[in-house]
């Protein structure tokens, strides 16, 4: 399954953006750890499948190589910001949860994906051809 269409990325963007406050609060609500892994794991996986899944418009259906995660240089550095500031957020204020260990692991995941974006932006930069 590939998504090329502008719509379906969005509207898939808009289920886990909306979705995961859905889940997740009651989840708080319920065990603040639940919650914490819950929101850690299903972005991380959000990521994943948001990368196997997405197409550009002219991009072929085949599998991209593993260290690829957008289709655009650009975006991999756009999505690399956003993952290093949501994951350097949580762990600079750790220490003002419940659990400060656990949002401070989940902070470094976040980072870590950060860094696959980082990986991808590199290495697309460095291909002929490519943004």
Do not use: H
């Not at 003002?96 to 995941?109: A, D, I, K, T, Y």
């Amino acid at each position: 399954m590939r998504i090329k269409e502008p719509s379906g990325q969005v509207g898939y963007v808009l289920v886990v953006v909306i979705g995961m406050p859905l889940v997740l609060v009651p989840l708080s609500a319920v065990s603040f750890e639940l919650g914490v892994i819950w929101a850690v794991v299903a972005l991380v996986s959000a990521a994943i499948v948001s990368a196997r899944t997405f197409r550009g418009p002219a991009e072929s259906d085949a599998r991209r190589p593993w260290w690829r995660m957008t289709y655009a240089r650009r975006m991999s550095i756009a999505l690399a910001l956003f993952f290093f500031a949501q994951g350097a957020c949580a762990s600079i204020a750790a220490g003002q949860f419940p659990n400060p260990p656990l949002v401070f692991v989940g902070g470094v995941v976040l980072v870590l994906v950060a860094g696959l974006y980082v990986n991808s932006a590199i290495r697309m930069g460095s291909a002929s051809g490519t943004e």
